[in-house]
């Protein structure tokens, strides 16, 4: 099986289930909502006759590629070679970057290692996750997750999703502790003292802020905290544990950042994610430092369409440590989507594909 073209279907533009606010959000002239996403979608073709599927996920509206720039620059790096051979192709993603298509970046480096295993899994009549050690689990549990918004319509959205199955919930803070502590306490409420609660700032707070907040916080029985402080600070992490005793969760992305955590102690599960990894050949690597170090794991999302979700589905039944509810609620958040057969959540939890490859057909006309 040789790689013999790259397809790239125009821009896809995906509006969100309202507009989505982030402590990230805050800029010099206010609050700027995310009203919808941006993805590209490729397919990677092969002489078999075989497609494999790559989402350049949410992509941020300032970053948008060429889209000509970056067919030339995936056709350089791939044609001719067989998508057996995912080491050496990420190895070269880089030489083929642009200034408007950067293939050195872990998201585009997810979107074709996606398409690379698709195409395996295709080529093997498989499911991705049997390329990797098989399933160890056959659904993700999953936590919704809330934005930032008036309490009411927290406790609003929460009853909705506990409607549709979901039992976990990740809400997202930052923006000021008194609006932060009504929308978690109408969170708690509406979700039950069974649920497993998350908070994330986004690394809004300094280590003073977190403990203060923390300490106020901690009453409504938090499962974790994600990013309480930039993700990279290890030292203040463990300063803030030496204060507070809720869970830290972080984003880990690298082998080498994951042996870091582990050495200090200063990260409790770590939050991993396909596109913040670059695919799922070096997420297996972070997964491989955690279960050794035995720490736990829960899959980060940046709100993928489906084929992004599929991807993260898979990895996430093949890993061991996977011990906290994961965030991949990315259709949740759209209003569309570009699979044939979405398929669906169930009782809270992500059932993860069986068909061969991702294990999803696009529906996407052909540029
Ligand atoms: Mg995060």
New binding site residues.
């Given amino acids: 099986m040789t790689i013999s073209d790259v397809l790239v279907y125009p821009l896809v533009t995906v509006r969100r289930q309202y507009p989505t606010v982030i402590s990230k959000q805050i800029h010099a002239d206010g609050i700027r909502p995310v009203e919808e996403s941006y993805f590209v979608i490729f397919e990677v073709l092969t002489d078999t006759g075989l497609r494999g599927i790559g989402e350049v996920s949410d992509i941020e509206p300032d970053a948008l590629p060429d889209l000509e720039q970056l067919g030339e620059g995936l056709r350089r790096a791939l044609v001719g070679r067989s998508p057996w051979d995912v080491a050496n192709i990420l190895a070269v993603l880089p030489e083929h970057t642009s200034d408007r298509a950067p293939l050195d970046s872990r998201l585009y480096a997810c979107a074709v290692d996606m398409a690379l295993y698709d195409l395996q899994g295709k080529a093997a009549g498989v499911p991705v996750y049997r390329l990797f050690g098989g399933a160890r689990r056959e659904a993700i549990p999953i936590s919704a997750v809330v934005y930032i918004r008036d309490a009411a319509l927290v406790a609003d959205e929460v009853r909705e999703r506990r409607e549709q199955g979901f039992h976990h919930f990740k809400l997202k803070v930052g923006l000021g502790l008194d609006q932060d502590e009504a929308s978690l306490a109408a969170l708690r409420e509406a979700a039950g003292p069974e649920a497993k609660v998350k908070i ?1 700032p ?1 690394g809004a707070w300094t280590v003073e802020e977190a403990i203060r907040c923390l300490r106020r916080l901690e009453k409504y029985d938090v499962a974790g905290v ?2 309480p402080i930039p993700a990279p600070d290890l030292e203040g992490k463990l300063a803030l544990k030496r204060e507070i005793s809720i869970p830290i969760l972080e ?1 880990v992305g690298t082998p080498e950042f994951a042996l870091a955590c582990a050495r200090t102690g200063a990260v409790d599960v770590f ?1 991993l994610a396909l596109c913040g990894c670059g695919g799922l050949y070096r997420a297996m690597q972070v997964a491989a430092v955690a279960e050794a170090a035995g720490i736990g794991c829960l899959l ?1 999302s940046t709100l993928e369409l489906w084929p992004g979700t599929a991807a993260q589905a898979h990895f996430g039944a093949a890993i061991g440590p996977l011990r906290m509810p994961s965030d991949l609620v990315g259709p949740l958040m759209y209003q569309s989507d570009v699979v044939r057969e979405p398929w669906s959540y169930q009782d809270g939890l992500l059932p993860v594909p069986n068909a061969p490859g991702l294990g999803v057909e696009l529906a996407l006309e052909a540029p």
Avoid: A, R, S
Wanted: charged residues 30%; proline residues 0%.
């Fill in positions: 994330d986004n994600e990013t984003h939050n980060g």
